[in-house]
């Protein structure tokens, strides 16, 4: 099979993404596909906290395209920050039904996560056609990929494809306080040190292997930007954990999934 390739949690850093794409060899000095056959799947989380989210994704949708007229493969899934963005964009200051405390609606909550002005004003149509057109979950091989380390997928289904139907549905809702459960939802952290919880979410969705970001190397698993190398495999070792922690000083991991197992 071609190499398979994940990436985690942009955060905006569009420098450092182009940066670690070049350096795996997936891109060239100018920035476009050189991979070939190879397969690359981002996971979600692509604004907030940096500088460039907008950046982040026009590159993302233009080296799918790149890719896909060389034989290979860019894919990509929906994180939370996402969902926060278009909360923003669709609904403003406007109060929040539920949360009484957040006057400032998804605006602010979204500002408060670290979003970027720059980002929200710069959307375009087509910037929010393909955020919601992209899966919460795929199946890739043996690799089951998710954005967040957490069972609440499962909360939306038992099975992929219904899963990624289902967020499509959500995503274009018009109701602020059913947003809120969404999100929470898309939120989830820290649940697969459980084999129970790995078992089934495996067996819902398949794959042998779990692959997620979301919560990073560095403050959920105790690297430094010096340790952080390689995926952290844990949950019974059938999980890992690729989010290096870029907005926090971390790195950008690049990692190839077609040679772990």
Known sequence: MPPLFAVSDIHGHRDEFRAV??????????????????????????????PDGLGVIDDIRRLTGQAAAAGGEVGALLGNHEVQLLGAHRFGAA?????????????????????????????????LAWLSSLPALALVGDHLLMHCDSTRYLEFAGDLDEVNTIVAEQITGTDSGVWLY??????????????????????????????????????????????????HRYGDGRVLAIDGGVFEGGRLLVAELSTVR
């Open 21 to 50: 794409l070049r350096d795996t060899g997936l891109t060239d000095a100018a920035g476009d596909w050189s991979g070939a056959d190879a397969r690359l799947w981002l996971l979600g989380d692509y604004f907030d906290r940096g």
């Open 95 to 127: 109060p929040i039904p539920g949360w009484e405390a957040r006057a400032d609606g998804w605006y602010g909550a979204w500002l408060q996560y670290g979003g970027r002005d720059s980002d929200l004003r710069g959307l375009t149509p087509e910037h």
């Open 182 to 231: 969404f999100v929470s939802r898309m939120s989830g952290r820290g649940e697969l040190s459980a084999p129970a919880a790995v078992d089934a979410l495996l067996g819902a969705y398949g794959g042998s292997v779990i692959v997620h970001g979301h919560s990073t190397l560095m403050s959920y698993f105790g690297y430094t930007p010096e340790t952080i190398k390689e995926p």
